[in-house]
């Protein structure tokens, strides 16, 4: 069992920075594969960004490369989302998840835990 919580969130104007951060507890963080969804209103989960356990690998949604980075701290328990320069439409609710599992960590329906969630508005 792991229990995620996200912080950061908030309002940032377009070309601004936010960092986006998830702190885990419960079994051992440095175990899963972690990642970062969002949600906009009236429109599907997608993915943004993950990363594996030893933080080796990590992969980005086209939408956010080049712009969004996302690293793990594993003696801090905590994964982040670096967002530099986001734009209107990087507006949602942003989720980080756990997966055990490393095939489809682009996939939300591949993680078993979730965190609540925070709200980025990005305003132009």
């Known amino acids: 069992q792991v229990q995620l919580v996200e912080s950061g969130g908030g309002l940032v104007q377009a070309g601004g920075s936010l960092r986006l951060s998830c702190a885990a507890s419960g079994r051992a963080f440095s175990n899963y594969n972690m990642g970062w969804f969002r949600q906009a209103p009236g429109k599907e989960r997608e993915f943004v960004a993950a990363i594996s356990w030893s933080g080796g690998s990590t992969y980005c949604a086209d939408s956010v490369k080049g712009r969004f980075t996302i690293s793990r701290d594993n003696a801090k328990n905590t994964v982040y989302l670096q967002m530099n320069s986001p734009k209107p439409e990087d507006t949602a609710v942003y989720y980080c998840?756990?997966?055990?599992?490393?095939?489809?960590?682009?996939?939300?329906?591949?993680?078993?835990?979730w965190g609540q969630g925070t709200q980025v508005t990005v305003s132009s």
């Open positions: 998840a756990a997966t055990g599992g490393r095939a489809g960590m682009l996939r939300a329906a591949s993680y078993g835990y």
